[in-house]
């Protein structure tokens, strides 16, 4: 079974939900930063990588774990 709070489902991720993304300026560390989800900006179902949001404060990231 795929651990579906990995964040690299689409169904899985809707705005208002609080998540840890991956900014591309921390890829290389992996350091998280949490957020709430305003837009989904991947349009495929999945990303290996996981999916791309903006959140609230417009910061732009991979989301790696779904926090709710």
Do not use: F, Y
Not at 3 to 31: E, F
Not at 46 to 59: F, S
Request: glycine share 10%.
């Amino acid at each position: 079974m795929v651990n579906s709070k990995d964040g690299k489902n689409r169904v899985d991720i809707k705005p208002g939900v609080k998540v840890n993304i991956v900014l591309k300026a921390d890829q290389r560390s992996g350091k998280l930063t949490n957020g709430v989800v305003k837009d989904i900006l991947t349009n495929s179902s999945t990303h290996p990588h996981g999916i791309k949001v903006r959140l609230a404060d417009g910061q732009v990231g991979r989301v790696k774990e779904i926090l709710e």
